[in-house]
């Protein structure tokens, strides 16, 4: 599930600038005629005087040296103060271990460059910029991303392991019929809250319905019921004329759960129990009824205490049933988001549950049944940022977070060819997570698929 400002899902709305240490970016439109300077070992460009010199204080920076405030300039000052600049460095360096060296150094311009830097666990790549004039200080830097480096997909699978609460995770090619055995595994039955990336089910089966010639994705539908953010339809105007494609796109890009309701609303809530159970999940009750997120929200509520107590002792047809009853009392104003956004709240009780197995099984479905055109809305927003994406022929993600709830899952197809699924989650019952440790991880874990 994903409230905005604060209220869920922070990821893969998750921009990748923010997921990615944003240092700070204020860009420049540096077009400098290149001047006398360093060749660059990799690529043979030149590489400006100023670029050698500043690129080298930001690895000295990286290191944990003191922080030289004079080579900012006055913008970049005000926007991260060394405070903030050394709480960045502290996360970097326990995630990706100590800044090495710098590998290479690509300019655009006397100006402007891109620089990887090795790290004990990884390669970072770091986009610099400098004022055009004298001293040519830095007015722009921004790490977009981490690429393993000398560690292995056991050694991710370990780090992970390690996180408190649990962890279930598995990667497997996709190889037709007869799949080949995963290559790794981490708790692969348990059974895991998954928040948003139960919007995948409802994507599986509007997808099945437009290749059926039962819908159209320019069907037009009225927007309704609204849901909280994360999202942006919640602002438009009730009952707003939109499609099935615009819908399913706010769904799975940006997580929006006012286009998810509406789109349970019209696709209807037993035919999503049946794509549940076609899909190959291990109890497909578990999902029955697939909540909308309003009223799961809802029925976390103190308000809603009696109505909770009676849904979660009910079976699933009893469960149908009391959702009817309860609906038009389970409204949006009886939401208080401090009770969504402080802690884990009913997450092992009252959420959508699936195991890593059951979303393997749900995205080897999409993989081998999908429509192109539900695999262009799936790779629309890849969660992990463009650096790691670029990587693959085929990129796609769909996230979910709640506090106590991580649920990370890739359709991928290599440049070589080879066809994956990935399901990662990690629950703690008893505090919220830290999303940017996870994220460093599956990073790592993609990148080092990637070279398979």
């Known amino acids: 599930m994903t409230l905005n400002n604060g209220l869920t899902e922070s990821g893969f709305q998750e921009t990748f600038v923010r997921i990615f240490y944003p240092f700070a970016l204020f860009m420049l439109s540096c077009w400098a005629v290149l001047i006398p300077g360093h060749a660059n070992a990799q690529t043979g460009a030149i590489v400006s005087v100023q ?40 996360k970097i360096s326990e995630q990706q271990g100590q800044a090495l060296e710098i590998i290479s150094i690509a300019p655009h311009a006397a100006n402007s460059a891109i620089i990887k830097i090795r790290f004990e666990k ?39 392991n390690a996180l ?37 089910y409802i994507l599986a089966e509007l997808d099945r319905a437009v290749r059926a010639g039962e819908r159209r994705w320019s069907d037009v539908v009225r927007l309704g019921p609204k849901s909280h953010p994360t999202g942006i339809s919640q602002n438009w105007p009730d009952a707003s004329p939109v499609t099935l494609h615009t819908l399913a796109t706010l769904m799975i890009s940006i997580s929006d759960n006012s286009a998810t309701d509406t789109l349970i609303r019209v696709i209807g809530q037993p035919q999503l129990s049946r794509m549940v159970k076609a899909t190959g999940h291990h109890k497909p009750d578990d999902l029955r009824p697939l909540l ?24 699933p047809t009893g469960r149908e049933k009391l959702l009817a009853e309860f609906d038009s009392a389970l409204t949006l104003d009886s939401l208080d988001s401090r009770i969504l956004t402080n802690k884990p709240n009913f ?13 393997i099984r749900l995205l080897d479905h999409l993989h081998r049944n999908a429509s192109e055109e539900t695999k262009a809305i799936l790779a629309i927003n890849p969660g992990i940022g463009q650096d790691a994406a670029r ?33 990662i989650n990690w629950n703690n019952a008893e505090q919220s997570l830290q999303e940017s440790e996870l994220l460093a991880l599956t990073t790592r874990l993609v990148n080092l698929l990637a070279g398979q």
């Open 51 to 90: 670029l050698t010199e500043r690129a080298d204080e930001v690895l000295h920076l990286l290191q944990g040296e003191a922080i030289k405030t004079a080579i900012f300039d006055e913008n970049f000052r005000n926007a991260v103060p060394p405070d903030q600049l050394r709480a960045l460095r502290q």
């Open 122 to 160: 990884s390669i970072g790549t770091v986009h610099l910029d400098l004022e055009k004039a004298l001293p040519h200080r830095i007015s722009g830097l921004l790490i977009t991303g981490f690429e393993a480096a000398g560690d292995t997909i056991e050694d991710v699978l370990a780090a992970i």
């Open 292 to 315: 909308m997120t309003r009223q799961a929200s809802a029925l976390k509520m103190p308000v809603h205490a009696d109505r909770r107590i009676r849904f979660l002792s009910a079976g």
């Open 347 to 359: 997450i092992d009780q009252l959420e959508w549950f699936a195991t890593p197995r059951d979303i």
């Open 164 to 200: 408190p609460g649990r962890q279930g995770l598995i990667i497997q090619q996709l190889s037709g019929t007869a799949n080949p055995p995963p290559p790794a595994v981490l708790d692969p039955d348990g059974r895991y809250a998954i928040a948003s990336a139960f919007k995948l």
């Open 391 to 423: 990587k693959w022929d085929y990129f796609g993600y769909k996230g979910g977070s709640e506090p106590g709830v991580l649920s990370y899952n890739f359709l991928l197809q290599s440049k070589s060819g080879k066809s994956y699924a990935v399901a």
